[in-house]
């Protein structure tokens, strides 16, 4: 296996290739992931609910995810790694300096960032400082208690309008990638199409250039919480190197997500 950048993975998208991605917070399943077809891994900020059984992500700090994100690095030293920026750690643009900075040190090839336009400065200053940054948008567990739970974005015209407004100021201030949470299959659709960088869906149909998923989903053991747009690939699979092949060909050849996991 190659290692894999980010022009690797732009072309991808111009190439029409899909890509599988998970969220990772361990050297094992890092390593594991690795060998099995996974070539960018999140150390998200989700490691505050399914590592650390909080009911949301907003108690993970900086340090949390600094060592997170060392011990994924040592599993996987090829891999496209991104990890998430905390809550309240990019709120100013020293804030946001010093932690991308934590990140990178302990292994990040890229920080990401939850917000719209009004983050739009934050992620030029990260990219003219050679931070690679990818956005999030759409349902943006941060916001948890601004959006009065975990809901689904972008429904009504006004709120499309604005994410694909958001979407397009977030490219030029230079991100180079996109996480869309969260939202209808024809939003996903148009913000995907209208972007040159990659944009990766979670809940948000097979039309993106990538898919990620939370790990602990695909592998079925989130009891009662797994959402409605995950699957269990492990239920079809003898062991858990399968499940992860599985997910990785299901992905590439657009048969995973289906509608059943996907918003109208
Ligand atoms: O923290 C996380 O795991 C994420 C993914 C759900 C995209 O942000």
């Known amino acids: 296996m190659n290692i894999t950048t980010i022009s690797y993975l732009r072309n991808r998208k111009k190439r029409q290739q899909k890509f599988a991605s998970l969220t990772v917070y361990d050297a094992t399943f890092a390593s594991l992931c690795e060998q099995h077809g ?7 900020d989700s490691l505050g609910m399914t590592i650390q059984g909080h009911d949301s992500t907003l108690p993970v700090t900086l340090d949390h995810m600094i ?3 060392r011990c994924v690095r040592r599993g996987a030293t090829k891999s496209w790694l991104l990890a998430d920026l905390p809550f309240m750690c990019y709120a100013t643009l020293s804030q946001a300096y010093e932690s991308a900075a934590e990140l990178m040190r302990a292994g990040a090839n ?5 917000g719209g336009f009004w983050i739009t400065k934050t ?3 990260l ?4 931070v690679p940054v990818c956005c999030h948008l ?3 567990p941060q916001f948890v208690n601004i959006f009065g739970g975990y809901k689904i974005q972008g429904r009504d015209k006004d709120s499309a309008d604005r994410l694909l407004a958001d979407a397009v100021a977030l490219e030029r201030a230079g991100a180079q990638m996109l996480v869309l949470e969260c939202v209808p299959v024809a939003l996903a659709e148009c913000v995907t199409r209208t972007l040159a960088i990659p944009v990766i869906g979670i809940g948000a149909g097979a039309v993106t250039d990538g898919q990620i998923l939370v790990m602990q989903d695909v592998l079925g053991i989130t009891g009662d919480r797994a959402p409605s747009f ?5 239920v079809d699979c003898e062991d ?4 992860i092949s599985l997910y990785v060909q299901e992905v590439e050849a657009g048969k995973f997500p289906t509608e059943q996991h996907s918003f109208y």
Do not use: D, Q, W
């Open 123 to 125: 992620v030029r200053c």
């Open 110 to 114: 890229m920080v990401k960032l939850e």
């Open 230 to 234: 995950a699957r269990n690939f492990l």
């Open 127 to 130: 990219t003219e400082r050679a």
């Open 138 to 140: 759409g349902l943006t």
């Open 38 to 44: 996974i070539s960018v891994m999140l150390v998200g």
């Open 240 to 243: 858990i190197p399968n499940a």
């Open 67 to 69: 060592y997170h994100t």
